[in-house]
């Protein structure tokens, strides 16, 4: 049997869950995500966290325009918010000092509230850094983390209730017919919609290989996260990070999670934890905070998907097939999905323009991939 979409989604990550959440208000949409759950590689395994002032100035925006979906959600959506206040204390040694301060120049005409805080500021909003190793830190008022659960299950709800299809445990793979017509089995049924969504992760590449589509540079790259128990379970304290992005740490039931900030290039896999990660992470946490860790209690890795310019890939790159993607987020795909999504959809339906930093067709032209 053959049943016909305005759309349909390759993922069922946040970027495939968001950008059919928007376009089921006004389209007809199928989503297809091969893992038998939804979120099931990295936007089940991501420290959650919302950053205003994130890598690049396009992510920032995506971000800042995302800001208010979570906040302020429709009390259809979810009855509260999806993100709660955490705070953010970026420390810094004497010798970082100066970059810090041009850090802050940089960022602080987006993200006014970022401040400097004396090295003893720190330490009475995070009591076991050890005020030997920093110089002083980076205060952000407005980190928040966000309920990843929540807001796939709000998104998802979403669907169901906009008439839209979900296909959950399909490994399926898309075929174009003489019509540009994309055509996936899906069990019994055969799913056909002209526009084909690529929002596979890490694996985008491999689904753009397998429809006959040029790959693009992606690069998934692994990132660990640990878990330590704390005496009476995970503090009231902000996120902890170093400005030369070695360690963060996170309050995380038990007690803290704890990432190196590793981002080892991986083939698209289901992504294990690494042992020397693992030790790495402990190492850097023991020589910054007053902790001892004797062991660990919970791990996991996940891949962040990055692109040269760290920038985001979303839109037509063969406007004949009707092929979009939505990919290489790196570590802000989370934070940037309500934005994404809503663009994505503003643009398949309403025909909006994408911004060119945007575009997938980027990286062919050589001047735009260092940026
Ligand atoms: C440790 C870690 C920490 C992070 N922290 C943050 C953070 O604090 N804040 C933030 O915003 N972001 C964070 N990120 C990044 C964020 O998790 C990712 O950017 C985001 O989850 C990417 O979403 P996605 O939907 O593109 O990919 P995924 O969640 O990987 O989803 C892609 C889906 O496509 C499916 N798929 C693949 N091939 C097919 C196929 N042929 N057919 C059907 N389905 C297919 C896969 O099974 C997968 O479920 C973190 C990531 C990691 C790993």
């Known amino acids: ?24 208000k006004t389209a007809k949409v199928a989503l297809i995500e091969r893992e038998p759950s939804w979120g099931f590689h990295a936007s089940g ?26 906040i302020n959600p429709d009390p259809e959506f979810s009855e509260s918010p999806i993100v709660q206040p955490l705070g953010g204390v970026t420390v810094f040694r004497p010798d970082e000092l100066e970059q810090a301060q041009s850090y802050l120049t940089h960022w602080q005409t987006r993200c006014p509230s970022l401040r400097l805080i004396d090295q003893s500021d720190a330490v009475s ?41 979900l296909f959950c445990g399909i490994d399926s793979e898309p075929r174009i017919t003489l019509h540009n017509i994309w055509e996936i089995d899906v069990g019994k049924v055969s799913v056909r919609a002209p526009v084909l969504i690529n929002a596979a992760g890490a694996w985008a590449n491999e689904v753009a290989l397998m429809t006959g589509q040029q790959p693009l540079p992606l690069t998934p790259a692994r990132r660990t996260a640990a878990v330590i128990k ?23 039931q038990p007690g803290l999670l704890v990432s190196p900030q590793d981002e080892t290039p991986s083939a698209a896999a289901d992504a294990y934890p690494d042992e020397l990660d693992l030790a790495v992470a402990i190492e ?68 909006a ?13 050589a001047d735009d991939v260092s940026a």
């Open 125 to 165: 909003l995070i009591p076991i850094l050890k005020a030997e190793a920093i110089a002083g830190a980076i205060y952000d008022p407005n980190l928040l983390s966000i309920d990843t659960h929540q807001l796939l299950q709000c998104m998802l709800r979403g669907v169901r209730k906009h008439g839209g299809q």
């Open 45 to 70: 395994r991501s420290a959650a966290v919302f950053i205003e002032a994130y890598d690049n100035f396009i992510l920032s925006d995506l971000t800042l325009d995302s800001k208010d979906f979570f």
């Open 284 to 351: 850097r946490f023991e020589k910054l905070c007053e902790f001892s860790v004797s062991r660990i209690h919970r791990s996991w890795a996940g891949l962040r998907t990055l692109t040269p310019d760290r920038r985001p890939v979303l839109g037509f790159a063969n406007t004949e097939e009707k092929f979009f993607w939505i990919a290489g987020q790196g570590g802000a795909g989370i934070q940037t999905a309500p934005a994404l999504g809503r663009i994505a959809a503003d643009a398949l339906i309403h025909g």
């Open 230 to 252: 704390v005496p009476g379970g995970a503090p009231d304290w902000p996120m902890l990070k170093t400005f030369n992005q070695q360690l963060y740490v996170k309050p995380e």
């Open 1 to 24: 049997m053959k049943s016909s979409y305005d759309f349909a989604i390759l993922g069922g990550g946040i970027a495939g869950v968001s950008a059919a959440y928007f376009l089921s």
């Open 353 to 365: 323009a994408i911004s060119s930093q945007l575009d997938p067709c980027r990286f062919a032209r």
